[in-house]
């Protein structure tokens, strides 16, 4: 097989917005993100800084997601629902994976400011699969990147993210979809994700604010009720995620 991935310039995957108005940064992060086709990223990361407080910033989450539905609206006549809001401590590392969620659906990660050294990659999965005359589904079936054959079949396709800054907030949203693709353009084409831990530290916090976002019909309630997602956005509570630290006070 001959790759043809794109190379991303990292002026197209990688925004520090000059303000945080969060009407102008869903728009850019929805054309990067929400992609029918393999003329945009499927992914991208938003800088916003180190002096923003951890609500304003989760706040700031919930309203780019608000634009974002009103954009999908404007344009399908569909909505955005939640399907999970989390905030965690995450410290292990992953190989190229989706997150469990429908055919269509996006990871808004908001990464706040670690001591913990962390690089994130991007695998185009569906690139690949499309190239290859394969479903995303038969491509994970077939050639699944967690093993190492597939891995090298993929590795062409991968983008490891040159602005992730682990000392500024962060939101990286990431395309998580599955469906098939056509022609037409009608169906999100998603991206696998993988996260490198560089020195996990038990006395440190990595903290990611972790939402699901799935493309749904127009009515369809958020699986997050209002007073969870308040909750996600003002907790000062961090789970754990593959570590039990019971001696940091915020552990739950």
């Known amino acids: 097989m001959e790759a043809t991935a794109t190379v991303w310039n990292t002026d197209s995957i990688c925004l520090r917005p000059p303000t945080l108005d ?118 994970l079936a077939k050639h699944n990147p967690m093993f190492k054959a597939g891995a090298d079949l993929i590795q062409p396709y991968v983008t490891k993210i040159p602005c992730f800054d682990n000392r500024s907030f962060q939101i990286v949203s990431i395309n998580n979809s599955c469906a098939p693709y056509s022609e037409s353009g009608e169906r999100w084409q998603g991206v696998l994700h993988t996260a490198r831990i560089l020195a996990p530290d038990e006395t440190r916090r990595r903290v990611i604010n972790s939402t699901m976002i799935a493309r749904s019909p127009l009515g369809t309630d958020d699986l997050v009720s209002e007073a969870s997602l308040q909750e996600f956005a003002h907790t000062s509570e961090v789970k754990r995620r593959g570590y039990d630290k019971r001696h940091l006070q915020d552990d739950k």
């Open 22 to 139: 969060a009407r102008s940064i869903a728009r850019d992060v929805y054309e990067r993100t929400c992609r029918t086709k393999f003329d945009a990223p499927g992914f991208c990361v938003v800088n916003v800084g180190e002096s923003i407080e951890s609500v304003t910033f989760r706040q700031l989450m919930i309203e780019i997601k608000q634009e974002m539905a009103s954009i999908l609206l404007s344009r399908t006549n569909q909505t955005l629902a939640y399907l999970s809001a989390a905030r965690f401590d995450q410290q292990e590392s992953t190989k190229p994976h989706l997150d469990g969620g429908p055919e269509e659906c996006f990871l808004m990660l908001g990464y706040e400011p670690s001591e913990v050294l962390s690089e994130l990659e991007i695998s185009d999965y569906t690139k690949c699969a499309a190239d290859l005359g394969l479903s995303p589904t038969e491509f």
